[in-house]
């Protein structure tokens, strides 16, 4: 079991080829956590385009199939140098083949306040009022939660004693157990670490990924993050969800929207 | 000038080659519309990966540099062919270098009602109570409003007079002008189509887009479209938009993420 910045260390190869270990810690129901996996290649795009473009701000991943723990390979393809972005196409393989194709954007999140903020803000009780999310999941375990402290509102936790809300929001705290402050490239972890929305529908079962987007929008400040996680609309066996993300200043810093698949009535 | 189907029309030139002709009545300001342009690379990979997944289901594309009108180049790469959907990645090239590049998940759209719609309707006037959009913008020319008919709903017009409502929404009807019936390929385009939603914010500049993913979540019914598009989060001279478009029969069809661009105060 590996803390955040061991879980995502890389080994440069040359030729924007990087070589890397998934940890099993980082997993949900045996598969590896898809928001572990986008910082992953973020760190692999972040190293190839230096020290010039220091943060994501924009990850797309597909997921193609999912990678054991053990040794992965990561390629980068940079796509444009620009003045203010980097662009590059990231993907990451085992020996079966490719597991994630992404396409990132790089550059310098500005510290400035924002202009305008239209996302209705979460409101929820102190961390310690929420209880942790065990490593025992409904049904399979998450050691993803053995790394991760997540923190939720009472009142988005009907879902683990049979009452879900039907809202379709999940809603809490969460930090790094390692006691490893955020960042942009762990924001692309925190957007897809809530147990799905779903849940608090009555619908509890696996939810695959199958694309997940993040925007980030600022360096976070230090402390526990707020993560909200919101189910937009469930048809056809797929739902897209809209998880935001707060510092503990209270500003907006990533918005992570996802497509991912259902099993539903 | 040319109509939707026509503007979209590609060659194929074998081992996932495409050529086509970039249409510039689908232009804004001089530069192509990201949606078009996301629909031309989804005619693209729908071709490559063959009938037996005939719809987007999700699309993320990076913008890295505008294409001129005229002949561009085409290349997909199947990167995993599934029993529900396949996946692929899409690049769009002028004899100047590489100018979109896009991940693309196709399969099978399903008719079935949702399960659960968690997004807010749009309330809009009918159709010919609001203002068509004209080709002449606010300081530059959208040819774009020459071929698709944009009608917003006045109370979202104001930037037009220059008293933009400060909430960041627009919202409007929309048809293809030559009277072809929306689909999931079009839908690609319409989630980029209105005006950017900063102009409510009394922001006019342009919005170039770094980054757009499109979920499709239906085959929309024949008739008008509603769009609705609404700024998130300005900040760090970036936007964040969310676009819903729901379809005459008021079913939510498609929803658009994009980050772009933006010079604010």
Redesign the interface.
């Known amino acids: 079991m590996a803390g955040f910045d061991a879980a995502t260390a890389l080994e440069a190869h040359g030729g924007g080829r990087y070589a890397g270990q998934l940890d099993p810690a980082w997993q949900i129901a045996g598969k590896p956590n898809g928001g572990y996996l986008l910082s992953v290649l973020g760190r692999a795009a972040l190293a190839e385009v230096g020290a010039g473009y220091p943060h994501p701000?924009?990850a797309?991943?597909?997921y193609?199939?999912p990678p054991e723990p053990g040794s992965v390979e990561l390629t980068v393809q940079v796509?444009?140098l620009g003045r203010r972005?980097a662009?590059t196409?990231v993907s990451l393989a085992t020996a079966a083949g490719?597991c994630v194709?992404?396409?990132?954007?790089c550059g310098h999140?500005?510290?400035?306040?924002?202009?305008?903020?239209?996302?209705e803000p979460a409101e929820l009780p102190p961390e310690k009022a929420c209880p942790r999310l065990p490593v025992e999941g409904p049904g399979f375990l998450v050691p993803l939660m053995g790394v991760l402290s997540e923190r939720l509102d009472p009142a988005t936790m009907g879902w683990a004693v049979g009452k879900p809300s039907g809202?379709?929001e999940l809603r809490g705290w969460l930090r790094f157990d390692d006691g490893r402050e955020p960042d942009p490239l762990a924001l692309l972890t925190v957007v897809d670490a809530l147990p799905p929305a779903t849940f608090d529908?009555g619908?509890t079962g696996w939810v695959p990924t199958?694309?997940l987007?993040c925007?980030v929008?600022?360096v976070p400040a230090p402390g526990a993050l707020v993560v909200r996680q919101?189910?937009?609309?469930?048809?056809?066996?797929?739902?897209?969800e809209?998880c935001d993300v707060w510092d503990a200043a209270g500003r907006?810093v990533a918005?992570g929207?996802q497509?991912a698949g259902v099993r539903?009535?």
């Open positions: 701000l924009v797309s991943a597909h193609v199939a796509l444009r972005t662009q196409r490719l194709e992404a396409l990132m954007t999140l500005d510290p400035a306040e924002p202009f305008f903020d239209g996302v809202r379709g529908l619908v199958l694309e987007s925007h929008r600022a919101r189910a937009r609309h469930v048809a056809g066996g797929r739902v897209d809209v907006l918005t929207h497509l539903h009535p």
